[in-house]
């Protein structure tokens, strides 16, 4: 059993940010799980262009306002408490927060825990 306390790890390697988001990974690929979970924080006014070409995500919000579009579609769904997405075929989008977000995530294959978006707003594959 894994138990971990979400407080205890925000002074640890398992928090990852830059300027406009901070990620707490509470379950990383070796904890043996086949996925990873992650707790996010986009900053409010913020705008995140995304396409994970290695991963499949699915995300649910728990707090704050926002907005993601499909590039494919050019649809745009709002983002709110209780709303959840997944990127079941790799989409590439925009998810922009009108409010600070708060969102639970989850990635499968797992992340390692320090990757970092790449310029075309992927995760590279983990090796190994």
Same mark, same amino acid.
């Given at each position: 059993?894994? +138990?971990?306390? @979400?407080?205890?790890?925000?002074?640890?390697? /398992?928090? $990852?940010?830059d300027? %406009?988001?901070?990620? +707490? /990974?509470?379950?990383?690929?070796?904890?043996? *799980?086949?996925? &990873? @979970?992650?707790?996010?924080? #986009?900053?409010?006014g &913020?705008? =995140?262009?995304?396409?994970?070409?290695?991963h499949?995500?699915? +995300?649910?919000? *728990?707090?704050?306002?926002?907005?993601?579009?499909? =590039?494919?579609?050019?649809?745009? =769904?709002?983002?709110?408490?209780? $709303? *959840?997405?997944?990127?079941?075929?790799?989409? /590439?989008?925009? #998810? /922009?927060?009108?409010?600070?977000?708060?969102?639970?995530? $989850?990635?499968?294959?797992?992340?390692? !825990?320090?990757? +970092?978006? %790449?310029?075309? !707003?992927?995760?590279?594959?983990?090796? !190994?």
């Amino acid at each position: 059993m894994i +138990v971990r306390d @979400f407080n205890a790890l925000m002074n640890t390697d /398992r928090v $990852v940010s830059d300027a %406009q988001w901070t990620s +707490v /990974r509470m379950l990383l690929a070796d904890d043996g *799980m086949g996925f &990873s @979970f992650h707790i996010t924080f #986009l900053e409010a006014g &913020s705008e =995140h262009e995304f396409e994970y070409k290695n991963h499949f995500e699915s +995300v649910y919000c *728990m707090q704050g306002k926002g907005s993601i579009t499909d =590039h494919a579609t050019g649809e745009t =769904h709002e983002i709110k408490p209780g $709303v *959840m997405y997944a990127l079941n075929e790799h989409d /590439r989008h925009t #998810l /922009r927060a009108e409010e600070e977000l708060v969102m639970a995530c $989850v990635f499968n294959p797992p992340v390692t !825990g320090r990757e +970092v978006h %790449q310029e075309d !707003g992927s995760y590279a594959i983990a090796d !190994g």
